[in-house]
């Protein structure tokens, strides 16, 4: 917690409107979160210079008080009071108690409440209720779509918690968002192929993108095909990779006397710093982008390196450093004292005009002083200087990727003397993300196209989602994703999982060829079958689908489920091992199931009709459940293995219940009735 930070601490006396004034005069006076020259009553703070929201390049962060109504119109419309007050006071002490790096979520839920409590008919804050939560998660899902939904529909819940426990409402409330998260398993049909190819590269992307790291020539195509080339080696975020230390390559030796390499990693939310060791068919790709990264930013680190040295001077290169001791420069010393390569003739000029420098006639020359061209240029660093990043404490300096200013810009000149970060709107644009706005695209610039003629885009977060799939379909454990991706929850792999039906039945298909990674009824194979194991795959398994604890091949062409989603008790329902949150689902349903069973026994001790069936049931799926955690958690088991139930009848539920029921009526035996019920047809099609 910050030492600036004041804790509010309500009064039990006090009633729900004393303790707001009181909150917000606090959080108005008394708080130094977003500086203590904070002015409170702008609709819109610039928190562009503060530690925890810190800007990553020249975009200023800003948190505008909006309504919902106008946030995105060129004069928005700010909430009114007392409304937005609140959440003023909301926003500035819940960043110093749960500080975030984006507050639009926090500010979205913001704008959907004050939307309710308007529509609401109250007066004043206090008077929200239950009913006015309900409204704005309403309004929250009809506005947003998916996970974004979800992020914001916590925070509403947040506001809501906060509120009751500091008593800043008449009644009290207690409110749970009533927004799901979204839980994508289904893997089949045109929404998930939209879904999945929304979130990945395409393959003429795939296909163009190593062509274009090795046709680069221009500065800018050699970065940004050398920063793509990184993002395809692991799953990292564009920041991680923005903020790459000069020296971040590692080498080591493996156990096997084998050169390893890989990257120093800073991950972006709240995961420990890391190696990332990079796999061996991508090391010296990366290594080799590295190398080009490094050599066309190494003048920019330089510069960089001048500044912290000698802040208050303007950085000349050796040729110029005559020009130091003259008190008066020609617009011809400026222009080459500013651009690194020779600008057009009238660019001194307009520099000075727009920098504030003052010209001077001196005989028939215009002159400017060396010292206001000094003062304008140094003004020019990037905020924040010499620091890239405070919360790292990463300087320009020590920073892979940084480089003079315009150096990327295909039109602009190239300063000489001032530096600037790369941005990820950069990398994006380089990428083809706005080739539709007329922004032309590393890919267009080389000659690259989708088939039909399109511009290929890619976003820098597509390689995330493509990498984790890949690990995915290749069985990697779920905590080795997590690891690999930076993540402190496995639970967020969800997320990124876009393997697609056809690779989930092709990984089953595969392990029946392999005897080590079956277990149950495909485990037990004839060993001489008259057609080869594939043929065999393709029969045995054509469809899967997700399930809460593995999946179902079952085929829904040819009939319903006939277990009711009684996945446990189905021999057409298997489990991969290595998928940590389905395993959990394994275990606590052998918690569920275990309890329903002493419940089952206490009923047939009590003598409750029917309670026996149940009790045998539960004690078959306490046992199955049992078997399977077992497998799971065998370290002998390979990750990566099939486990499909064994011992589970065939029969559908229906036909043998009509058997129970038949036997119940006419005591004939099941077994002769089984058989009558599968007795073949005669050649006259009719039973016999």
């Given at each position: 917690?910050?030492?600036?930070?004041?804790?509010?601490?309500?009064?039990?006396?006090?009633?729900?409107?004393?303790?707001?004034?009181?909150?917000?005069?606090?959080?108005?006076?008394?708080?130094?979160?977003?500086?203590?020259?904070?002015?409170?009553?702008?609709?819109?703070?610039?928190?562009?210079?503060?530690?925890?929201?810190?800007?990553?390049?020249?975009?200023?962060?800003?948190?505008?008080?909006?309504?919902?109504?106008?946030?995105?119109?060129?004069?928005?419309?700010?909430?009114?009071?007392?409304?937005?007050?609140?959440?003023?006071?909301?926003?500035?002490?819940?960043?110093?108690?749960?500080?975030?790096?984006?507050?639009?979520?926090?500010?979205?839920?913001?704008?959907?409440?004050?939307?309710?409590?308007?529509?609401?008919?109250?007066?004043?804050?206090?008077?929200?209720?239950?009913?006015?939560?309900?409204?704005?998660?309403?309004?929250?899902?009809?506005?947003?779509?998916?996970?974004?939904?979800?992020?914001?529909?916590?925070?509403?819940?947040?506001?809501?918690?906060?509120?009751?426990?500091?008593?800043?409402?008449?009644?009290?409330?207690?409110?749970?968002?009533?927004?799901?998260?979204?839980?994508?398993?289904?893997?089949?049909?045109?929404?998930?192929?939209?879904?999945?190819?929304?979130?990945?590269?395409?393959?003429?992307?795939?296909?163009?993108?190593?062509?274009?790291?090795?046709?680069?020539?221009?500065?800018?195509?050699?970065?940004?095909?050398?920063?793509?080339?990184?993002?395809?080696?692991a799953p990292d975020r564009i920041n991680e990779v923005l903020l790459l230390t000069e020296n971040c390559e590692v080498y080591d030796k493996t156990s096997g006397g084998k050169d390893a390499y890989g990257l120093r990693w800073q991950p972006a939310k709240r995961a420990d710093?890391?190696?990332?060791?990079?796999?061996?068919?991508?090391?010296?790709?990366?290594?080799?982008?590295?190398?080009?990264?490094?050599?066309?930013?190494?003048?920019?680190?330089?510069?960089?390196?001048?500044?912290?040295?000698?802040?208050?001077?303007?950085?000349?290169?050796?040729?110029?450093?005559?020009?130091?001791?003259?008190?008066?420069?020609?617009?011809?010393?400026?222009?080459?004292?500013?651009?690194?390569?020779?600008?057009?003739?009238?660019?001194?000029?307009?520099?000075?005009?727009?920098?504030?420098?003052?010209?001077?006639?001196?005989?028939?020359?215009?002159?400017?002083?060396?010292?206001?061209?000094?003062?304008?240029?140094?003004?020019?660093?990037p905020a924040g200087f010499p620091l890239l990043n405070a919360e790292m404490g990463l300087k320009f300096s020590e920073a892979l990727i940084v480089v003079r200013r315009n150096e990327l810009h295909s039109a602009k000149g190239t300063f000489g003397g001032v530096i600037e970060?790369?941005?990820?709107?950069?990398?994006?644009?380089?990428?083809?993300?706005?080739?539709?706005?007329?922004?032309?695209?590393?890919?267009?610039?080389?000659?690259?196209?989708?088939?039909?003629?399109?511009?290929?885009?890619?976003?820098?977060?597509?390689?995330?989602?493509?990498?984790?799939?890949?690990?995915?379909?290749?069985?990697?454990?779920?905590?080795?994703?997590?690891?690999?991706?930076?993540?402190?929850?496995?639970?967020?792999?969800?997320?990124?999982?876009?393997?697609?039906?056809?690779?989930?039945?092709?990984?089953?298909?595969?392990?029946?060829?392999?005897?080590?990674?079956?277990?149950?009824?495909?485990?037990?194979?004839?060993?001489?079958?008259?057609?080869?194991?594939?043929?065999?795959?393709?029969?045995?398994?054509?469809?899967?689908?997700?399930?809460?604890?593995?999946?179902?091949?079952?085929?829904?062409?040819?009939?319903?489920?006939?277990?009711?989603?009684?996945?446990?008790?189905?021999?057409?329902?298997?489990?991969?091992?290595?998928?940590?949150?389905?395993?959990?689902?394994?275990?606590?349903?052998?918690?569920?199931?275990?309890?329903?069973?002493?419940?089952?026994?206490?009923?047939?001790?009590?003598?409750?009709?029917?309670?026996?069936?149940?009790?045998?049931?539960?004690?078959?799926?306490?046992?199955?459940?049992?078997?399977?955690?077992?497998?799971?958690?065998?370290?002998?088991?390979?990750?990566?293995?099939?486990?499909?139930?064994?011992?589970?009848?065939?029969?559908?539920?229906?036909?043998?219940?009509?058997?129970?029921?038949?036997?119940?009526?006419?005591?004939?035996?099941?077994?002769?009735?089984?058989?009558?019920?599968?007795?073949?047809?005669?050649?006259?099609?009719?039973?016999?």
């Amino acid at each position: 917690m910050p030492d600036s930070l004041v804790v509010f601490i309500p009064r039990a006396e006090r009633d729900a409107a004393e303790n707001l004034r009181e909150f917000i005069a606090m959080s108005r006076s008394n708080l130094t979160i977003f500086g203590a020259g904070l002015r409170f009553d702008d609709m819109a703070w610039d928190v562009t210079d503060t530690t925890q929201l810190k800007a990553h390049g020249k975009n200023r962060v800003r948190i505008c008080f909006s309504t919902q109504e106008t946030v995105n119109d060129v004069l928005p419309t700010q909430m009114s009071e007392p409304f937005v007050s609140f959440a003023k006071a909301y926003v500035r002490y819940m960043q110093g108690m749960r500080p975030t790096k984006n507050p639009a979520f926090r500010v979205t839920a913001l704008r959907a409440l004050d939307a309710a409590f308007r529509m609401s008919g109250h007066l004043i804050p206090v008077m929200m209720d239950g009913d006015t939560f309900n409204r704005a998660a309403r309004i929250i899902a009809e506005r947003l779509s998916g996970s974004t939904a979800y992020r914001v529909g916590a925070q509403l819940e947040l506001i809501a918690k906060f509120m009751s426990e500091h008593r800043l409402t008449a009644i009290p409330l207690s409110w749970r968002s009533p927004i799901n998260r979204p839980i994508d398993t289904v893997r089949v049909g045109q929404e998930f192929d939209k879904r999945r190819n929304a979130k990945m590269p395409s393959q003429a992307a795939l296909e163009a993108l190593p062509k274009t790291f090795y046709l680069a020539t221009q500065p800018n195509d050699v970065l940004f095909s050398s920063i793509a080339a990184i993002l395809c080696s692991a799953p990292d975020r564009i920041n991680e990779v923005l903020l790459l230390t000069e020296n971040c390559e590692v080498y080591d030796k493996t156990s096997g006397g084998k050169d390893a390499y890989g990257l120093r990693w800073q991950p972006a939310k709240r995961a420990d710093p890391m190696v990332k060791w990079i796999i061996p068919s991508m090391a010296p790709v990366v290594a080799e982008a590295i190398a080009k990264i490094r050599h066309l930013t190494q003048a920019a680190r330089r510069i960089a390196q001048w500044y912290e040295l000698n802040s208050e001077k303007l950085y000349l290169p050796q040729h110029l450093e005559y020009l130091r001791s003259q008190e008066f420069l020609t617009l011809d010393e400026v222009q080459q004292v500013i651009l690194l390569d020779e600008g057009a003739p009238s660019f001194a000029r307009l520099w000075c005009t727009a920098n504030h420098v003052l010209l001077e006639k001196k005989g028939r020359k215009v002159c400017v002083r060396f010292a206001d061209v000094e003062r304008a240029a140094i003004a020019l660093l990037p905020a924040g200087f010499p620091l890239l990043n405070a919360e790292m404490g990463l300087k320009f300096s020590e920073a892979l990727i940084v480089v003079r200013r315009n150096e990327l810009h295909s039109a602009k000149g190239t300063f000489g003397g001032v530096i600037e970060p790369v941005t990820t709107n950069q990398v994006n644009t380089a990428l083809g993300t706005r080739s539709e706005h007329g922004f032309e695209s590393m890919f267009g610039r080389l000659g690259f196209k989708e088939p039909d003629g399109s511009h290929i885009r890619v976003s820098t977060h597509q390689f995330r989602h493509y990498l984790n799939t890949l690990a995915q379909a290749g069985g990697m454990s779920q905590l080795d994703i997590a690891k690999w991706s930076g993540r402190v929850d496995v639970r967020q792999n969800e997320v990124y999982d876009h393997v697609s039906a056809d690779q989930m039945v092709a990984k089953f298909r595969e392990s029946i060829g392999d005897e080590s990674h079956m277990f149950g009824p495909l485990a037990k194979l004839p060993k001489n079958i008259p057609i080869s194991r594939d043929e065999f795959a393709r029969l045995k398994i054509p469809t899967a689908h997700t399930t809460d604890f593995g999946f179902c091949v079952h085929d829904y062409s040819m009939m319903p489920c006939d277990r009711h989603a009684d996945c446990v008790n189905c021999y057409e329902h298997v489990c991969v091992k290595g998928d940590e949150g389905k395993t959990l689902m394994v275990k606590r349903r052998l918690q569920e199931a275990q309890e329903l069973l002493a419940h089952a026994e206490a009923a047939t001790l009590k003598g409750y009709y029917g309670a026996d069936r149940w009790m045998e049931h539960h004690k078959k799926t306490v046992l199955r459940l049992t078997q399977l955690i077992e497998i799971l958690d065998n370290p002998a088991v390979p990750v990566g293995s099939v486990i499909q139930l064994t011992d589970v009848p065939v029969v559908s539920w229906g036909i043998e219940q009509a058997l129970e029921d038949r036997v119940a009526i006419d005591g004939r035996s099941p077994i002769k009735l089984l058989d009558i019920a599968s007795r073949r047809r005669p050649k006259g099609g009719k039973h016999d």
